[in-house]
């Protein structure tokens, strides 16, 4: 199954989109947290579920712009 990311990032994925149950990895921290928070944004708008490991210093108000639920 292929979900849905936003349009200004979907060239960036070799199907437009994620493939279900695909790991992506991010490196770096200020524009990898918001690629990160934008690639979560289409998929998660759509009712799938996402998660986010090992980053204590994502914040909230920055997920939240990206219209992800933070509660």
Do not use: C
């Not at 149950?21 to 579920?49: C, F, K, M, Q, Y």
């Amino acid at each position: 199954m292929l979900l849905d990311v936003l349009a200004p990032i979907a060239g960036l994925f070799p199907d437009r989109g994620l493939r279900r149950g695909r790991v992506v990895v991010l490196a770096g921290r200020s524009a990898a947290t918001s690629l990160l928070l934008a690639i979560l944004a289409g998929p998660v708008a759509h009712g799938a579920w996402g998660g986010v490991v090992g980053m204590p210093h994502i914040g909230l108000e920055a997920a939240a712009g990206f219209g992800l639920a933070t509660g």
